[in-house]
Nanobody, 125 residues
C-alpha cells in the first residue's frame, strides 16, 4: 500500500472543477505539495502547504483558481481546482517532505522526498 496516494482526478470541460486529495498513510511531514506534468513538459510545482502553520504558495498559473488545504488530523492535503483550463491537463502528483523550511523554493520538486503515483486530470475545451 502506497504511503502517499492521490485521488480525485478525472475529465472535465473547461471552466469546470475538480478536487484532488492527497492521502498520507504514514509520513510525518512539514509540507505537502502538488505538482503536475503534461506530456513533453517539465514537472511544475502547482501549490504547497506548510502543515504546522497553514502557509501556502501557488504557481502564478493557478493563483485565484486553485486552493490548497490541509487536514492535520489526517496529515493529508487537498487541492480544489476551479475554472479549469485545457492547459491544466496533466498527471498531478502529491509530494511531501520533512524539511520544515517554507519559502519560494518550496514549489521545487527536488525539495520533496515522498511522492504519490499520480492522478490524471484532463480538461477539454
Amino acid at each position: 500500500q502506497e504511503k502517499l496516494a492521490e485521488f480525485g482526478g478525472g475529465s472535465v470541460q473547461a471552466g469546470g472543477y475538480l478536487r484532488l486529495s492527497c492521502v498520507n498513510r504514514g509520513y510525518s511531514v512539514y509540507k505537502i505539495g502538488w505538482f503536475r506534468q503534461a506530456p513533453g513538459k517539465d514537472c511544475e510545482g502547482v501549490a504547497t502547504i506548510h502543515m504546522p502553520t497553514g502557509g501556502v504558495r501557488y504557481a502564478d498559473s493557478v493563483k485565484g483558481r486553485f486552493a490548497i488545504s490541509r487536514d492535520n488530523a489526517k496529515a493529508s492535503a487537498y487541492l480544489q481546482m476551479d475554472n479549469l483550463k485545457p492547459e491544466d491537463s496533466g498527471v498531478y502528483y502529491c509530494a511531501a517532505t520533512r524539511d520544515p523550511a517554507f519559502s519560494s523554493s518550496s514549489l521545487l520538486e527536488e525539495k520533496y522526498d515522498f511522492w504519490g503515483q499520480g492522478t490524471q486530470v484532463t480538461v477539454s475545451s
